[in-house]
């Protein structure tokens, strides 16, 4: 099963859905990154997985969306909320998009929001812990309510026998604002049948994520019949000590930032030449202009976006992520 990666960014909300109506293959996964949350009322509806968060692209685009299509796919059902497509090598491959919770605070929300993931995986005969491959978690006001989230996350993990003694789930924890106005959404990606995980962790560069009080992994590369992904989680300006590392340097941070994401995609057995999507998370949207032309190099050919969505961190100027693949 063949898949590529399209970021669109449009200047006005109109030609973005032109634009992102003319990719080609089957659309499993969208992500709208949007700059107000009016925008949500002209998102067309849709089954499958489509996520929405205020997170404005910093390009000068109103709007811009990443869609995650694939080709040659023996069958793809889409469900509100969730798009499953069955390869030819027999495995399923289940995208969740837009979970919410109408709970009281950021820690409850994300603990309804677990459960009821689980519930959805053990109704395809599958869980979290064996099958769940990556998280995105968006925390409205990050500042303030990113504590919650931890918290809901690491209790619910411990629960279903996520400890630092097993693994935990590749994730990027991020400002965004969900488009329903929730504190907490989780999009999810998960996998049915034949395949195996090797976590990832850059020693020489990067600590434990559990030392500082997380739960979630560097880095995860999945085999899956004659397809290799890897997904790297939100990533910053880090050493192996858990410290920030060039503080109020945006530039500095961003050159450590790619260093540490290239090292985790060396033990996965990829580069950047690799690379199918990098999103690009920035706190001070002055900032910009001061990165832009390092992603335009690094990026030269791949999908990326770059949009304000501060890291949960104050120190943290910056972070991104990055999906790769190799057949």
């Excluded at 040659?72 to 969740?96: F, Y």
């Excluded at 630092?164 to 329903?180: K, L």
């Excluded at 992994?217 to 290799?228: F, I, V």
């Excluded at 910056?318 to 790769?324: L, P």
């Amino acid at each position: 099963m063949k898949e590529k990666h399209y970021i669109i960014k449009c200047k006005t909300f109109e030609k973005l859905h032109e634009l992102a109506g003319n990719v080609g293959g089957e659309a499993v996964f969208k992500k709208y990154f949007l700059s107000s949350h009016d925008q949500a009322e002209s998102i067309p509806a849709e089954d499958g997985a489509v996520s929405a968060v205020v997170q404005p692209p910093l390009d000068g685009s109103e709007a811009a969306v990443w869609i995650w299509t694939v080709e040659d796919a023996v069958s793809v059902l889409r469900k509100p909320g969730m798009t499953v497509v069955r390869d030819g090598d027999g495995c399923e491959h289940i995208w969740s998009a837009g979970l919410t919770s109408s709970a009281s605070g950021s820690e409850a929300q994300t603990a309804e929001i677990l459960e009821s993931y689980e519930n959805v995986l053990g109704g395809l005969g599958i869980s979290l812990p064996d099958n769940c491959i990556r998280t995105w978690f968006y925390v409205h006001d990050i500042d303030n309510n990113y504590s919650g989230m931890v918290k809901g996350r690491r209790e619910n993990f411990e629960r279903i026998g996520l400890t630092p003694a097993t693994h935990y789930i590749s994730s990027t924890g991020i400002c965004g604002s969900p488009a329903n106005g929730a504190l907490v959404q989780m999009d999810a990606y998960a996998v049915k049948g034949g395949f195996s995980q090797k976590y990832l962790y850059a020693p020489t560069h990067l600590n434990p994520t559990y030392e500082y009080g997380v739960t979630f992994e560097r880095g995860t590369r999945l085999d899956c019949g004659g397809n290799r992904r890897v997904f790297i989680s939100g990533t910053a300006s880090i050493n192996n000590r858990g410290e920030v590392v060039h503080v109020g340097d945006v530039v500095a941070q961003t050159r450590r930032m790619i260093e540490n994401v290239g090292v985790l995609l060396s033990e996965a057995g990829a580069s950047f030449a690799d690379v199918r999507e990098v999103s690009v998370y920035l706190r001070n949207a002055e900032d910009y202009l001061k990165v832009a032309g390092i992603f335009e190099e690094l990026c030269s050919n791949i999908p990326y976006v770059i949009v304000l969505a501060p890291v949960c961190r104050p120190e943290w100027l910056i972070e991104m992520e990055c999906i790769a693949a190799i057949r």
